[in-house]
């Protein structure tokens, strides 16, 4: 099956479809606080740390004796209270459990690994991660059919809703001169996920039309 072209005129990829996509089809996760973010707001509050320290001090590889200002701040950033942090394993077992509490929201995009996992899996498309974000930068303009079809059915899009339409020619004669050869691409794409039955019907569909239009010799010469 042919593959969409990048050549003026042609159809492509369209260059930022598939990055809008990715976006939009961000998910709202929930996750701890990263250790560099906690430092960063701890020399907000004036008890400046290092996430080095901040590591150490969760998990056991310096003793749990935080200066009075450093617990009041951690207690401030965690939402709990500086009682909450008592000196030793318990102060330790508290500062783990309300960091594991103080979960932050994001939107976050599907990786292109989990996308190509997908498209592995559903399609049987084995694409790389990195040809995926060539793709998606616009870097590589011209997958393959099957390619196009398997991200639309991950996105749940129309596969022509990727696609740069061809260029338009001018005057009246705009459809006389639109190329044939993209035309026939189009039409190959269109049978993407078409069931074999449902592929046998088109070819005797258009076994049909070609007959009807006198295009193949044998066609002729049996009429």
Known sequence: MGTPSSRAGRTGLAKTRLDQLFRDNS??????LHATEVA?????????VTDTYLRMLRYGQRPFNPSEGKRRALARILDG???????GSAGRA???????????????????????????????VAITPRYLQQLRDGVATNPSAAIVGALAAYFGVPMDSLLVPPE???????AATRDEDDEVR?????????SPQGRAFITSVIEDVRRNEKLDSLAEDGE
């Open 27 to 32: 998910r709202e996760t929930r996750r701890e």
């Open 40 to 48: 960063t707001a701890m020399a907000e509050l004036g008890e400046p």
């Open 81 to 87: 209270r500086p009682e909450d942090l008592p000196t």
């Open 94 to 124: 508290a500062l783990n459990e309300l960091w594991q509490a103080k979960l932050v929201t994001e939107l976050k995009e599907p990786s292109t690994r989990e996308v190509t996992e997908w498209l592995r899996r559903h399609h049987g």
């Open 168 to 174: 338009s020619g001018r005057g009246e004669d705009v």
């Open 186 to 194: 189009l039409m190959s794409m269109r049978l993407f996920g078409v």
